[in-house]
């Protein structure tokens, strides 16, 4: 793992890389997001979740995989994606599989990976980004997302939000 017993976790921001630079690493990402979320979706299997990740194997157009890496390791990632929710397909960009390995948890790392991610939204001139969460509304918000709706997704109720990038759509 990233930690060893006498060394105290690396804080700094580490290196971050596209999937599409290290594409052995989407088994990895698969299990991370088979074991975080897989319960919540009975569709989802490793394979789906594998060939999902390999049509993210992108730098400069979206989808993508931006993985974080500390002295080497992958310990966490997060998408850029299109049209997420099915139900929903007039919203167009989205961040997604936002995911820290949780010995990490807690120490920063999903701020810094979801502005690294959303800065990455902006260079490719996305103008508005959403998200949907079950649990982290707070976590987000802190982070200047906004809810829009609370729909009812695939079972479960989810609060979708959204984040203007563009000064464009913030003056509107």
Known sequence: MVQTPNKPMDKSLGNYIYLADRPELIPVLAGWF???WGSHNPDLTLESIEDNLKERLHRDSIPLVII????GTPIASASLKIREMETHPHYQHWLGSVYVLPECRGLGIGSELI???VDNARQLAV???YL???KKQYFYSKLGWKPVE???YHGRKVIIMKQIL???ERMK
């Open 132 to 134: 949907y969460t079950r």
């Open 115 to 117: 502005r690294y991610t």
């Open 166 to 168: 563009s000064v464009k």
């Open 127 to 129: 103008d508005e980004l």
């Open 150 to 152: 609370t729909p009812i």
């Open 68 to 71: 974080k890496l500390v002295d």
């Open 34 to 36: 088979f074991n975080e």
